[in-house]
Each structure stands twice: as structure tokens, then as C-alpha cells.
Antibody, heavy 118, light 107 residues
Framework: QVQLQESGPGLVKPSETLSLTCNVS??????????WSWIRQPPGKGLEWIGY???????SYNPSLKSRVTISEDSSKNQFSLQLTSVTAADTAVYYC??????????WGQGTLVTASS | DIQVTQSPSSLSASVGDRVTITCRAT??????LAWYQQTPGKAPKLLLY???RLQSGVPFRFSGSGSGTDYALTINSLQPEDFATYYC?????????FGQGTKLEIK
């Protein structure tokens, strides 16, 4: 069974960089099976796909965030990470990591709330 | 971007009822649609993909239908654990996009 767990600071100052890590078990971040993704959900609102990283390090990002987002992987730790630069209050959300398979998100982490505030 | 619009945004029903939630895309998405269930404080859970294929372990009272731009999620014989928020998601093209959600509440 694939399991994912997000970790990182719960509070980020405006204009600074949000950094989160997703630890994966039950699957390899280096495999060709899953696209490893980040999704966010502002409090009380809907879901927004941020982007993914795939085998060999190829990435795809939501154009709405592309200029500020980097997703990377560390195969030695079986982890992948999200960096979002120049955060504002609008980036306050629960951030989920997920395993994407043929376009649908089969596995999700529990989510971590990140608040952008001074 | 392909937008997906769900309706209704909220719905009240009773245990044992049958309910239907619809999702409309701004262009033909060729059955590239998934449905998720989210309960408060939890991550979404995949229910169906390819518009009508039930994810392993999901009860058979959940079903999906549709084609082209219009899709539906039907829940037969509502159970107490089904009261949650439901989202559709298109994966026909990037960026993947979600509907705004339908909150299913107990009447």
C-alpha cells in the first residue's frame, strides 16, 4: 500500500519561500508508475493542482503558479519536495502530496496546513 | 484551461435516499473524469475514474455516468458515512482541474 506523508513549516512569512517535503512508502519516487504531485486547498475552498514530477525528473506545473513553483525529488530518501516562492496570504492552504496514476490521484497524504502570515 | 462546474453546490438528503451530482466541463473530456469524496479534516479519497470505473474498495452504491462534457455521480441508498463533500476532476488536459465541490448534508 502506498503511503505519503507531508512535512514542513506550518508558518511562512509573506514574500518568503514555502518548502514542503513528501515522504513516500510502498512505492519508489523513481518508478514509472506514478506522477508525484502537489495539490492545495485554501481553508473552506476547493482543490487546486500545483504540479507533478515524474520519472527522470520531468515536471509539469499549473500555469497559474508556474513562475513560483519548483518540484524536485530525492530518490535516495524516496521523497519529493515543493518550493513556492514569494508567498502571500493567498497561498495559505492545506497542501497535499499525492500519487497520480493515469491522470487521477489514487493516493494522498494527510495534508499539512501552511499559513502565510507575519 | 478546461473548467469543470458541479451542481448543486450543496444538497440535503436522508439516509436511504438516492442522490445525483453533476459535473459539466467546458469541452469534451472523453470520459477523463474522476470523482472524490472528502470528509472534514481528511484528504480526498478517489471513488471513480474514467467517469464510471469504481476504484477498488469503494462500495457499489457509488456509480458514475456520462460522456462528452456532462457527467454524473450517483449514490444509491445513502449511508451515514456518505455525508461529505464530493469533487469531480478532469484529467483530459493539463492543468488538471477540479469542480468547486458539492456538500452533501443530512436532512
Amino acid at each position: 500500500q502506498v503511503q505519503l506523508q507531508e512535512s514542513g513549516p506550518g508558518l511562512v512569512k509573506p514574500s518568503e519561500t514555502l518548502s514542503l517535503t513528501c515522504n513516500v512508502s510502498g512505492a519508489s519516487v523513481s518508478s514509472k508508475t506514478y506522477y508525484w504531485s502537489w495539490i492545495r486547498q485554501p481553508p473552506g475552498k476547493g482543490l487546486e493542482w500545483i504540479g507533478y514530477i515524474y520519472y527522470g525528473g520531468s515536471t509539469s506545473y499549473n500555469p497559474s503558479l508556474k513562475s513560483r513553483v519548483t518540484i524536485s525529488e530525492d530518490s535516495s530518501k524516496n521523497q519529493f519536495s515543493l518550493q513556492l516562492t514569494s508567498v502571500t496570504a493567498a497561498d495559505t492552504a492545506v497542501y497535499y502530496c499525492a500519487g497520480l496514476y493515469h491522470g487521477h490521484f489514487d493516493y494522498w497524504g494527510q495534508g499539512t496546513l501552511v499559513t502565510a502570515s507575519s | 484551461d478546461i473548467q469543470v462546474t458541479q451542481s448543486p453546490s450543496s444538497l440535503s438528503a436522508s439516509v436511504g435516499d438516492r442522490v445525483t451530482i453533476t459535473c459539466r466541463a467546458t469541452q469534451d473530456i472523453s470520459n477523463s473524469l474522476a470523482w472524490y469524496q472528502q470528509t472534514p479534516g481528511k484528504a480526498p479519497k478517489l471513488l471513480l475514474y474514467a467517469a464510471s470505473r469504481l476504484q477498488s474498495g469503494v462500495p457499489f452504491r457509488f456509480s458514475g455516468s456520462g460522456s462528452g462534457t456532462d457527467y454524473a455521480l450517483t449514490i444509491n441508498s445513502l449511508q451515514p458515512e456518505d455525508f461529505a463533500t464530493y469533487y469531480c476532476q478532469q484529467y483530459y488536459s493539463i492543468p488538471y482541474t477540479f469542480g468547486q465541490g458539492t456538500k452533501l448534508e443530512i436532512k
